[in-house]
C-alpha cells in the first residue's frame, strides 16, 4: 500500500498497529503538566520518552510542545494527537508509540503559551533550543545586546527569546501568587542549570528587580546532563516505519537504545518523578558532564579525525578498523579515565565500555565529517582539558597527542585539497594549514588561539609531540603512531 493510502497516525488506529509495536495505555491526550520549548527530534526521542514511561503510573505530566520559530513540527504533531513513532536502532530495532504531548503551539499562539505558563498545574517548563538559544555571552552571561533579549526587553508584547517567555510566566506566576514552575535546561552547555538561573534573574532585573529577587530564590532550575544519539529523519526512515505500522506518520524520530538523562537533585517533584522514569538524580551532575565531553567526545573527535584520514565515513566504519579502535579503547582506558574524578554510584569502566559498544552499533550512522566540525571550540574541551590534567603532572600522554596531531593534520588536508573547513573559524583555520610542516601550522594555530591555548607555545616537549604526531598523519604513517 502506498504512503498516501493509509491512514495518519492517531488515537484512533492506535488498536491496529502490530502487536510488536509498543503503545501507550491511554486513549485521549494526557493533561498538560510541562511545557517545552524545542520538540526538535532530540527532545521527542529523548526527554519525551521518559514523559512517556512517566504517564504511566502518573497521568498528569502531559507536555505542550512549544516552537516558537516555525511550525512544522508541531502542526505533525497536532495532525497526530501528539503521536509518533520512535524507532530504536540497535543490534535489535523496536518501534515505540509516543504519547507525552498533548498541546501544539507555534509561533502564532502567543496567548495559550502565556496561559499554559500561567496555569498552576504546570509544573515544570523544559528547554531544548541548542546553546545559541539562551541568548548568552562568551563568559555564559546573559548577552543584553542580543537582538532577541534587546527587542523583548523593549516591552515588546510577544517575547522572541525563550529566556523572555520564561520569565513571562513566572512573572504571571508571581502576580497571582502562584507557586513558581521548575526550569530544566535540556541542552548539552556546561553547567547548563546555573547559566540559565542567572539569566533569568538578569532579564528580570532589568525591569523589576521585585521579580528578580523572587526568581532567585525561589525558582528551582537543577543543571541536567543528556545523551542518546539521534540521527536524523529522512525519507527512508518515514516509509520503513509506514510499512512497520501500516499507517502514515510525519513525526516519527530515531535514536539509538541508549539514553541517558542526569538531573540535579534540588528536591523537586518534578525530579523525583523524572526519576522514577529513569533518569539519574545525582548532587555531581559536573561529574557526569565532565566523563561524556572527555571520554565520549574526546573519543568521537579521535575518530572522526584519525577516521577520515584513514579512509572511514562513520563511527561504525571507523570502529571496524581495527588497529584505530585499538588505539581509541587504550586512550580512554589509559589515559582519559585517569583524569576523572570519582562520581558515586558511576562506574567510569563501564561507561568505556558501555560508550565503544555504542560506537560500533551498526544501526546508527554517524558520519565522522560531521563530528569533525568545529573543532576549534570542540577540542580545548574534548581534548585539551585531558591534555593539560597530564601535563601538570608532568606527562606526555602519547594517545592524546596523536589525537591533537590527528586534527593538525586533518587540517593541512582539507586546507590544501581546497575542502572548505566547516568551523565557525574555518577561515583562520585553512589560513594557518595553507603550507609549511606540520610544527609551523601548529605555532600558528597556538599564536591564534585556534583550537589550542595560547600558552601551549612555553611547552617545547608537547609542541614538539604534536606537530611530529601531525606531520606522520598526515604522511599516512600509522604504523608508528597507533602501534
Not at 33 to 41: C, E, S
Not at 367 to 373: H, M, S, T
Not at 446 to 459: M, N, P, T, W, Y
Request: proline content about 5%; charged content about 20%.
Amino acid at each position: 500500500m502506498m504512503q498516501h493510502d493509509r491512514p495518519r497516525l492517531s488515537y484512533a488506529v492506535l488498536d491496529r498497529l502490530p502487536s510488536s509495536v509498543s503503545r501507550p495505555d491511554w486513549r485521549v491526550p494526557p493533561p498538560v503538566g510541562i511545557v517545552h520549548f524545542g520538540p526538535g527530534a532530540f527532545h521527542r526521542a529523548h526527554q519525551a520518552a521518559y514523559v512517556d514511561t512517566l504517564l504511566a503510573t502518573d497521568p498528569t505530566w502531559g507536555i505542550a510542545a512549544v516552537s516558537l520559530r516555525s511550525k512544522g513540527t508541531v502542526t505533525d504533531l497536532a495532525a497526530q494527537q501528539g503521536l509518533y513513532t520512535l524507532a530504536v536502532r540497535d543490534a535489535e530495532s523496536a518501534h515505540r508509540i509516543i504519547g507525552a504531548h498533548s498541546a501544539f503551539l507555534g509561533p502564532d499562539d502567543s496567548a495559550q503559551i502565556r496561559a499554559l505558563l500561567a496555569a498552576p498545574t504546570t509544573r515544570l517548563v523544559t528547554t531544548t533550543v541548542t546553546e545559541k538559544g539562551y541568548c548568552l555571552a562568551p563568559d555564559g552571561s546573559l548577552d543584553f545586546n542580543h537582538p532577541d533579549i534587546a527587542h523583548d526587553l523593549a516591552g515588546a508584547e510577544v517575547p522572541r527569546s525563550v529566556i523572555g517567555w520564561i520569565v513571562a510566566g513566572l512573572e504571571a506566576r508571581h502576580a497571582a501568587g502562584e507557586v513558581a514552575f521548575v526550569v530544566m535546561p535540556c541542552d548539552n552547555l556546561a553547567n547548563n542549570g546555573a547559566k540559565l538561573h542567572a539569566a533569568l534573574i538578569a532579564y528580570a532585573g532589568a525591569h523589576d528587580p521585585y521579580l528578580a529577587e523572587w526568581i532567585a530564590g525561589e525558582v528551582r532550575v537543577p543543571g541536567t546532563m543528556v545523551d542518546s544519539i539521534t540521527p536524523a529523519t529522512d525519507e527512508a526512515l518515514y516509509g520503513d516505519v509506514a510499512d512497520v505500522l501500516g499507517v502514515v506518520d510525519r513525526a516519527t524520530v530515531q535514536r539509538e537504545a541508549f539514553t541517558q538523562w542526569v538531573i540535579e537533585d534540588l528536591g523537586t517533584a518534578a525530579g523525583t518523578a523524572l526519576a522514577s522514569a529513569g533518569a539519574t538524580l545525582t548532587d555531581n551532575v559536573a561529574g557526569y558532564e565532565q566523563a561524556k565531553l572527555r571520554v565520549l567526545n574526546g573519543s568521537h573527535s579521535t575518530l572522526a579525525y584519525a577516521g577520515l584520514l584513514r579512509g572511514a565515513t562513520s563511527v561504525a566504519e571507523a570502529m571496524q578498523d581495527a588497529p584505530l579502535a585499538a588505539f581509541v579503547d587504550a586512550m580512554i582506558r589509559d589515559e582519559i579515565l585517569p583524569t576523572l574524578p570519582s562520581v558515586a554510584g558511576f562506574d567510569h569502566d563501564a561507561y568505556r565500555r558501555q560508550i565503544l559498544a555504542r560506537f560500533r552499533n551498526p544501526a546508527i550512522v554517524h558520519r565522522l565529517d560531521q563530528i569533525a566540525g568545529d573543532g576549534s571550540q570542540k577540542l580545548p574541551y574534548r581534548l585539551g582539558d585531558t591534555l593539560a590534567w597530564h601535563r601538570a603532572r608532568g606527562e606526555l600522554p602519547r594517545r592524546v597527542i596523536v589525537a591533537l596531531g590527528c586534527w593538525v593534520a586533518f587540517l593541512m588536508r582539507r586546507s590544501r585539497g581546497g575542502v572548505t573547513i566547516l568551523d565557525p573559524a574555518g577561515a583562520a583555520l585553512a589560513t594557518a594549514a595553507a603550507d609549511g610542516d606540520a610544527a609551523a601550522v601548529l605555532a600558528r594555530l597556538v599564536a591564534d588561539g585556534l583550537g589550542f591555548d595560547s600558552a601551549l607555545a612555553e611547552d617545547g616537549a608537547t609542541m614538539a609531540a604534536i606537530a611530529t604526531a601531525a606531520d606522520a598523519a598526515f604522511a599516512g604513517a600509522w604504523d608508528k603512531l597507533l602501534g
